[in-house]
């Protein structure tokens, strides 16, 4: 190699001794095992790192669908009596961009059997509406939607079922404080009304508080004959409520105002979203770590290695040649480092639920209970830009970190190190 240029940049003569510096020898274990920790370290972080953001992704998404898969995009209501809706409901299907609408009545009511009780949310729905809900209507669990609107019956939640203790077929009693007007006030109403069917949603907390009944049934119940509750409109893209609801207004008549399900649900999803931000930061710090573990180690590596140095500058290696030889060593661990984690990361979110399952078979517990997160399975949806940046920044990190111990390196003065030879 010549003094004068040097050898050729990232040459394989330089790969080489970077390699063989990763491959500690006996007395060199020490250092060893500081990289072999920085390998570890960066790639639990991005496998942590991605793991946690598509759990959380996957949570917020199916929160998400099961709200919406339930509920309208937006709600139309009424400044007076909502009896002409047939009428604004044709109006507002016009409208482009608009799935379909709901005519609904709702009321709270208690739900009893002779051995319990408990509340519920009685949603009034037509047949045909209520089989356009595709989180009901695709989760029947026992019983039929069919001839809905024909008979007196209601579709209850597994979860409420079960806490009723009731099968299809079985009798349940409502009540509700809104019954008939008699000269003394208003009368609570009973009614007793068969099930005719058990839906599971997937979310604890509709499956346990929500029932169905027909519409022409629930406005008789509820004292609202000629009437509805609300409107409930359903777009073809939940993300394009903005920009149609001034035309569902104006569709809708002036007799009418909406709210969307961003304010319906604005507080939920907005601390989703700063607990996943709080996360990804707080992860971020276990790559930062480990990014230092190599600094630290490619530190002890240059002290150990002074005498190779000097003897490599002796030879005509440049100080840039020195310096590319210890930021292969370092940018070796980050990247396979990286590169590993996102492997294990993939693979983790593949497989989520059979490992949850598998950890609280061996545990005998239950690492993700319904009851407190919602969902009856827990969810991984990989974002490809976020994992992008995930590695990206892993990358960034990693090769940043080589940077000063490899300057350091390239600054040895060979005849300090060889003096005492």
């Known amino acids: 190699m010549s003094a004068e240029h040097g050898t050729r940049a990232f040459s394989p003569f330089e790969w080489m001794v970077a390699l063989r510096y990763l491959r500690a020898r006996r007395k060199e274990g020490f250092i060893s095992v500081i990289a072999g920790f920085s390998f570890i370290g960066i790639s639990?972080?991005?496998?942590?790192?991605?793991?946690?953001?598509?759990?959380?992704?996957?949570?917020?998404?199916?929160?998400?669908?099961?709200?919406?898969?339930?509920?309208?995009?937006?709600?139309?209501?009424?400044?007076?009596?909502?009896?002409?809706?047939?009428?604004?409901?044709?109006?507002?299907?016009?409208?482009?961009?608009?799935?379909?609408?709901?005519?609904?009545?709702?009321?709270?009511?208690?739900?009893?059997t002779p051995s319990t009780s408990s509340g519920a949310l009685v949603r009034g729905l037509r047949e045909r509406d209520l089989k356009e809900l595709k989180a009901v209507s695709k989760n029947i669990r026992f019983g039929t939607l069919d001839g809905f609107d024909k008979q007196p019956g209601v579709a209850l939640g597994s979860r409420l079922a079960n806490e009723l203790n009731v099968r299809v077929g079985d009798q349940v009693s409502l009540l509700t404080p809104r019954g008939a007007a008699t000269a003394l006030?208003?009368?609570?109403?009973?009614?007793?009304?068969?099930?005719?069917?058990?839906?599971?949603?997937?979310?604890?907390?509709?499956?346990?508080?929500?029932?169905?009944?027909?519409?022409?049934?629930?406005?008789?119940?509820?004292?609202?004959?000629?009437?509805?509750?609300?409107?409930?409109?359903?777009?073809?893209?939940?993300?394009?409520?903005?920009?149609?609801?001034?035309?569902?207004?104006?569709?809708?008549?002036?007799?009418?105002?909406?709210?969307?399900?961003?304010?319906?649900?604005?507080?939920?999803?907005?601390?989703?979203?700063?607990?996943?931000?709080?996360?990804f930061l707080i992860l971020a710090l276990i790559v930062l770590v480990a990014a230092l573990n190599i600094v630290s180690g490619l530190i002890m590596l240059v002290k150990d290695k002074g005498h190779d140095i000097a003897i490599l500058r002796t030879m005509g290696a440049t100080r840039a040649a020195v310096m590319r030889i210890f930021f292969i060593?370092?940018?070796?661990?980050?990247?396979?480092?990286?590169?590993?984690?996102?492997?294990?990361?993939?693979?983790?979110?593949?497989?989520?639920?059979?490992?949850?399952?598998?950890?609280?078979?061996?545990?005998?517990?239950?690492?993700?209970?319904?009851?407190?997160y919602y969902l009856s399975q827990l969810p991984a949806e990989m974002d490809p830009g976020e994992t992008a940046s995930v590695v990206i920044m892993a990358l960034v990190l990693s090769i940043l970190a080589t940077l000063y111990p490899s300057w350091r390196a390239s600054r040895l003065d060979p005849v300090e190190a060889l003096r005492y030879e």
């Open 44 to 112: 639990l972080g991005v496998a942590t790192l991605i793991i946690v953001m598509a759990v959380m992704n996957g949570f917020r998404q199916e929160l998400f669908n099961k709200m919406l898969g339930l509920n309208g995009h937006v709600v139309v209501h009424s400044l007076s009596d909502f009896s002409d809706y047939d009428d604004v409901a044709n109006r507002i299907r016009k409208v482009q961009g608009v799935k379909y609408t709901l005519p609904l009545v709702e009321g709270q009511v208690m739900i009893s």
């Open 185 to 279: 006030g208003t009368a609570p109403r009973v009614k007793r009304y068969p099930v005719v069917a058990i839906f599971e949603i997937g979310m604890s907390e509709y499956d346990a508080s929500i029932l169905f009944m027909p519409l022409n049934e629930a406005q008789l119940y509820f004292n609202q004959p000629h009437s509805v509750t609300v409107l409930e409109v359903v777009l073809d893209s939940p993300d394009e409520v903005g920009a149609l609801s001034p035309k569902i207004i104006t569709a809708g008549g002036p007799s009418i105002y909406v709210s969307d399900w961003r304010q319906r649900n604005a507080t939920f999803f907005t601390a989703l979203q700063v607990e996943r931000n709080v996360m």
């Open 329 to 372: 060593t370092g940018a070796s661990i980050g990247i396979v480092g990286t590169l590993a984690g996102f492997a294990l990361g993939v693979l983790v979110c593949m497989n989520i639920e059979h490992l949850r399952r598998l950890i609280g078979w061996i545990t005998d517990t239950d690492l993700f209970s319904a009851e407190l």
